[in-house]
């Protein structure tokens, strides 16, 4: 093994910090703008030029700022999932925000609340690199562009083991699996590296930082390190779990381990034209999946008569048939377009549930909030604390005529089953269900307990993510959170209302076929199990004029593939994972792990603690790595969560003190301290909430 110290790091104590940031995603760039801010707020003090701190950034991508769900090279028709407006100016002040860069870099899209997330990503491309010119005014900033796969203690500094990415000017292209056992493999390692000195040019055309030499020896390879004063890691989403199929797949149906990059992924040499697609999966990925075989395929979709829903027209190379498998054997539920506004009743609940929290509330009470909340939304006025007796014979909802009793009953269902009281049972449930959750967010029909259970979560998110962070709950008690969350996020963090409508408009052209949910169908390595047969004959596939279904394909089976598409996400936190950092910072015990949770254990400003709370200075993490810690990681608001701004501040404070480990105190000044607004929504895709719902 190869030990390399970045380019011009300072030796013994010139006072130089030296810092290392692993990730380059929209975790990294949001705390690395808090530190550019606060360096440029000390003007000609400690850190003015270029010799105050160090900074090597440690990440495989081709593009920094913007992680693999921003990838400036997909497919536009893959869309944003919260709205681009929480996309602010930076700490900085030296970026705009992206509805003011939007109207020059793309202007018909100024005025689209779910952009493509490729345009996202050069918004993100383009911020990083004034983020390095920011930072270069205080400090040399290097890129080792690799995977970070261990770190280790180098007496009170740190060093970070790098495994190399590909050469440069290559991305490694993922592959599927062929049928069977014997081959498999993974998109978890391809990244495109940056090629060796000088400044680099991102997709947006700015400059990227320096890249460190020794990080470009080959592929396979690794180099170490360091030492560094300071190491954020910001890994975002990890790179395998051990829950994916392909690490033990049997089945002769071949397997796609992952849908990203579609382009690669789902092309038609690996998902041919005519074919029948299952899919493990039924969240954003599967949506993903979706759209890029039949938009991504030469499919259109236009208004319906109706002028709220789409018809869809299939392409020619389009497969025959998509069946999703779900957990719950639902999709995701459509969320509102932004500015909606609530019934009145539900704004009310919105105010009321906000006054009810307090510091130290245990999951069981916030649970209840959103509960209570749902029920006063439905149109209940007289909130009932479920701490108090309920009158048997209840008050009446002056709305539907119900008695709270009754409302309350039917809210409860919901969250514990993941389905309304009187949603159908058999075939068309999850059709059913997809369709209510578009009606109800588009006004067409009353919101039901689904739909109440969805807004107050949304709306209550900030509360919750600060209320509940850090929680010593017990682990029973966090379980039913956790399976609550799950339910939750379903019914408020799912597609955009127009990708909601061009899913149901695949399900009505047949392109995607819900019967398996309807059914109970499951899949595990050994393949795709059927319920217990009744005897009914296979339905025959129908072709649609144009797409081309080979002949043997026309006639098949209910409960037959002929490929498998893998869309479950990695899942957040540092357990389970086949990621070698992760699995480094568990086993050598520089993080702590709660019973029943799944990610670190963090201070206010991201330092690792240990299990009685000591802090392990100088090691930060912030992100999906700290989950169950800290929730609601996968959002592009940079506000919701403190750990950045207040790793910045105290980072700063050691930086202008003159000596790297002169300050071990880790807050934020209450003059630069952002707190979430009240609508804040965290976006929820294709990631955290990527299990099977």
Not at 666 to 691: F, Y
């Amino acid at each position: 093994m190869n030990e390399q110290h970045p380019p011009g790091r300072a030796h013994g104590g010139s006072g130089t910090l030296r810092l290392a940031v692993v990730g380059s995603g929209p975790k990294a760039l949001f705390a690395l703008e808090e530190l550019a801010a606060r360096l440029d707020g000390v003007g000609a003090g400690a850190a003015e030029g270029a010799g105050a701190v160090q900074v090597t950034l440690i990440d495989p991508s081709a593009v920094l700022g913007t992680g693999a769900a921003y990838d400036p090279s997909q497919p536009h028709y893959l869309r944003l999932n919260v709205t681009s407006s929480i996309l602010d100016a930076p700490a900085t002040g030296t970026s705009p925000t992206y509805g003011e860069w939007v109207r020059t870099a793309h202007p018909p899209l100024a005025e689209e609340p779910y952009p493509p997330r490729a345009v996202v990503g050069e918004y993100l491309a383009g911020r990083f690199a004034q983020l390095v010119t920011d930072l270069r005014a205080h400090s040399t900033v290097h890129l080792v562009s690799g995977r970070a796969t261990a770190v280790a203690r180098d007496d009170e500094r740190w060093t970070v083991e790098v495994e190399q990415a590909a050469p440069a000017g290559r991305r490694a292209a993922p592959r599927a699996s062929a049928p069977g056992p014997a081959a498999r493999s993974t998109p978890e390692n391809g990244a495109q590296s940056h090629a060796e000195g000088g400044a680099q040019t991102d997709a947006a055309g700015g400059p990227q930082p320096d890249v460190a030499g020794g990080a470009q020896s080959g592929i396979g390879g690794t180099t170490t390190l360091g030492p560094f004063d300071e190491l954020l890691l910001a890994t975002g989403h990890a790179s395998g779990h051990h829950g994916a199929l392909h690490h033990s797949w049997r089945s002769p149906t071949p397997l796609h381990p992952a849908v990203l990059p579609v382009g690669a992924m789902l092309a038609p040499e690996h998902i041919p034209p005519g074919s029948r697609v299952a899919v493990r999966g039924g969240a954003l990925t599967f949506i993903d999946a979706a759209l890029a075989l039949t938009e991504g395929r030469g499919g259109t979709f236009t208004p319906a008569a109706d002028g709220r829903r789409f018809v869809h027209h299939r392409g020619a190379d389009e497969p025959a048939v998509i069946r999703p498998i779900t957990r719950q054997g639902l999709l995701l539920d459509a969320k509102p377009d932004p500015g909606t506004a609530l019934p009145p009743e539900a704004q009310q609940a919105v105010e009321d549930g906000r006054a009810r929290f307090s510091a130290d509330m245990s999951p069981d009470r916030v649970l209840q909030i959103v509960v209570d909340a749902a029920v006063q939304a439905l149109g209940s006025t007289d909130l009932l604390d479920p701490l108090e007796a309920v009158d048997p014979d209840g008050s009446f909802d002056p709305v539907g005529g119900r008695s709270i009793p009754d409302v309350r009953a039917d809210v409860e269902h919901t969250l514990a089953t993941g389905a309304e009281p009187d949603l159908p049972r058999g075939p068309g449930r999850a059709t059913a269900a997809l369709e209510r959750s578009i009606d109800a967010v588009d006004g067409t029909r009353p919101g039901g307990p689904a739909w109440a259970l969805g807004r107050m979560w949304s709306q209550l998110y900030p509360q919750i993510t600060e209320t509940l962070r850090g929680s010593d709950a017990p682990e029973e008690e966090w379980a039913r959170f956790r399976d609550a969350a799950q339910v939750l996020e379903r019914f408020a963090f799912g597609p955009p209302l127009v990708n909601a409508r061009k899913l149901l408009a695949m399900v009505e052209s047949g392109a995607v076929d819900l019967s398996w949910l309807d059914s109970g169908v499951t899949i595990d390595a050994e393949g795709i199990h059927p319920p217990p047969m009744d005897g009914t004959a296979a339905p025959e596939l129908h072709a649609t004029p144009g797409l081309h279904v080979a002949p043997e394909l026309r006639v098949a089976p209910d409960f037959e593939a002929d490929v498998v598409i893998d869309a479950v996400l990695t899942p957040p936190g540092l357990l389970g994972l086949t990621d070698s950092l992760a699995t480094s910072l568990v086993e050598e015990r520089l993080v702590t792990v709660r019973p029943g949770r799944r990610g670190a254990m963090v201070d206010t400003d991201g330092t690792a603690l240990t299990a009685d709370g000591t802090r392990i200075e100088h090691l930060s993490l912030v992100g999906r790595p700290t989950e169950d810690h800290v929730i609601g990681h996968d959002t592009l608001n940079r506000h919701l969560h403190h750990e950045g701004r207040a790793w910045a501040e105290r980072v700063a404070q050691q930086i202008t003190a003159g000596c790297p480990h002169a300050s071990t105190a880790g807050s934020a000044l209450a003059s630069t301290a952002d707190t979430a607004g009240p609508g804040s929504l965290p976006e929820s895709a294709p990631t955290t909430k990527e299990h099977q719902p």
